[in-house]
């Protein structure tokens, strides 16, 4: 029979690899984000896409 033990260092590993996969994928929408931004920079050769982007990001807080 498995014991509380066993049961707390399962639970105490998914929690944790829960949280990697969490953080890796914001990451990986962060960046992705930030290139579609930088894109647009590059072709526009102004800043205004980062500064409209951060007028939404305010707008929604």
Known sequence: MVDIASYTLIGITCFCFGLIVSFQIAHIQ??????????????TKTIA???AEYEVMKAKK
């Not at 962060?30 to 072709?43: A, P």
């Open 49 to 51: 896409p980062v500064l």
């Open 30 to 43: 962060y960046c992705r984000k930030l290139t579609l931004l930088v894109r647009r920079s590059i072709s």
